[in-house]
């Protein structure tokens, strides 16, 4: 471990070098989600039907294998059917020990509820529960005789387990469908990802550097409610720490970025000395991240990073989204930073931080104007992006820097929080980025088709309230960030 010139643990704040006893080591980028599978039977109606047995354990591994296939990337335990309570206690040790958080279970026939009780308790320390309503078929065959409907009475356990459930106090998934159909296990994968998403957040630690810019009450925040709510710890960074590095920033590896980026891109109103300043404070952001291992950043610029390092730091912080898919926002928008990485988590496209902008009727359309804050792949190609002047101007040297761009066609999602008394209020919302011609504006920018009228979708979000940044990404994840507002316990605006 390092130490401060001194030998000692110290402080971020009092530290100029070393180690620090209030900052993590290294970024908590280990941890991964480990999903338990209980598949139940009741052991009663193997003696009664000898059959049964087989054709529900057979029935149980193919829901296995589907979740398999609908939950890439996370560890899926199932530790066999479950009978009987001596499998419960089985089962349940075996989830316990292998540490999931997350138990999704699927009644392949009726089973008292205590069998399945025993076994989540076993599982671990109030894990997530999804409950799973299935059945083989759509529609009732009119042949089947009562070991058919025993092997489809799983709504007689499920339905008594919620009602046990309710009387414990016990929180649950609900997801209800035919056993084959693609549909509920991607319900499943929404809940699966949701949690994730939110666990993660749980586990981040953003850095803001600066405040939120002075008048904007909407975007102002208490950090206990962040962290209650929303998930992330915000640390507040004295400004000093990032010039420190700024003044550190060598030559060589300036010089080296500055050119690559001037070659990328076509040019206007700005010359190499503009790129090299603005990616100096790129570099000392990421420089910054390290040092802190902060998950995330929130800056303001204008007339504070802006005045001290002659250029604006818009560039840099689209430095860190490409580069090292590390979510930064700008003017002390932790929220819009916490939006911005569930949107990245749920599509792996990195988002857009815009603002309300005008109303297009003849498109239906919203047009959103950017703060600088986004990344070329956005546009869908280099040849779409300029490198032009800062169209706003708060103390920097030159011409700034800051790329000019539209969001290049698709569907999108966009969202926000805003809070409100005592808890916070999630905005979700989805539309159409569509084809219009660049605006030679100097900012990045969007024109995206709403499904209700313009400008009764403006009138709804006005009269309801929201913050004057919108979070904006390609892909529909409604459905996901619905169920991250409900584990968050948070109220839901969803509006198209």
């Known amino acids: 471990m390092n130490k401060t010139k001194n030998n000692k643990i110290t402080s971020f704040d009092a530290a100029e070098c070393g180690a620090f006893g209030d900052v993590l080591s290294k970024n908590s980028d280990t941890w991964k989600l480990k999903v338990g599978l209980l598949g139940l039977g009741y052991f009663e109606y193997w003696r009664m039907y000898p059959k049964l047995q087989e054709i529900v354990r057979k029935d149980l591994d193919g829901v296995?294998?589907?979740l398999k296939n609908a939950l890439p990337g996370i560890e899926l335990i199932y530790p066999g059917m479950v009978d009987t309570l001596d499998r419960a206690e089985t089962a349940g040790s075996e989830l316990a020990a292998a540490g999931v958080e997350v138990v999704i279970v699927f009644e392949g026939t009726y089973i008292p509820d205590f069998i399945t009780i025993h076994a989540l308790n076993r599982a671990g320390v109030n894990p997530k529960i999804i409950l799973v309503n299935t059945q083989t078929g759509f529609d009732l065959c009119p042949t089947d005789n009562y070991m058919a409907t025993m092997r489809n009475s799983a709504l007689i356990g499920v339905s008594q387990l919620t009602g046990s459930f309710r009387k414990m106090k016990r929180e649950y998934e609900v997801v209800s469908g035919e056993i084959s159909d693609p549909a509920i296990y991607r319900e499943i994968r929404r809940i699966v990802q949701a949690y994730?998403?939110?666990r993660q957040l749980k586990q981040c630690t953003y850095g803001l550097v600066g405040h939120v810019f002075r008048g904007m009450y909407d975007l102002e925040f208490d950090t206990a409610k962040v962290k209650g709510f929303l998930g992330p710890e915000v640390m507040t960074i004295q400004a000093e720490h990032l010039i420190e590095l700024w003044n550190k920033v060598g030559k060589d590896e300036l010089d080296s970025v500055s050119e690559k980026l001037f070659k990328r891109f076509r040019s206007k109103k700005i010359d190499i000395e503009d790129v090299k300043r603005s990616c100096r404070i790129g570099l000392a952001m990421e420089k910054l991240k390290s040092k802190f291992s902060l998950d995330g950043l929130c800056f303001l610029g204008q007339h504070y990073i802006e005045k001290m390092t002659g250029a604006p730091a818009r560039i840099g912080a689209s430095m860190m989204l490409e580069n090292n898919r590390t979510m930064v926002a700008c003017e002390g928008d932790i929220a819009g930073l916490v939006m911005m990485q569930l949107m990245y988590d749920f599509t792996g496209n990195i988002p857009f931080q815009a603002e309300w902008g005008q109303?297009?009727?003849?498109h239906n359309a919203l047009f959103l104007l950017g703060h600088?804050?986004?990344s070329p792949e956005m546009a869908g190609g280099?040849?779409?992006?300029t490198l032009s002047c800062s169209p706003e101007e708060w103390g920097f040297k030159g011409?700034?820097?800051n790329y000019e761009m539209i969001m290049k066609p698709g569907p999108v999602t966009m969202g926000h929080f805003l809070n409100v008394g005592e808890s916070w209020r999630m905005?979700?919302?989805?539309?159409?980025?569509?084809?219009?011609?660049?605006?030679?504006c100097d900012e990045i920018h969007a024109m995206v088709?709403?499904?209700?009228p313009v400008e009764d979708y403006i009138r709804q979000v006005l009269k309801k309230g929201a913050a004057h940044h919108l979070i904006v990404v390609h892909g529909h994840i409604v459905g996901e960030l619905e169920k991250v507002a409900d584990m968050m316990q948070i109220e839901k605006f969803i509006i198209k």
């Open 64 to 66: 296995h294998e589907r």
């Open 196 to 198: 994730a998403a939110l």
């Open 359 to 362: 109303f297009d009727r003849k």
């Open 372 to 374: 600088g804050i986004g």
């Open 382 to 385: 280099d040849n779409l992006v």
């Open 399 to 401: 011409s700034g820097l």
């Open 427 to 440: 905005l979700i919302s989805e539309g159409e980025s569509i084809e219009f011609p660049c605006l030679p």
């Open 449 to 452: 088709k709403v499904e209700s």
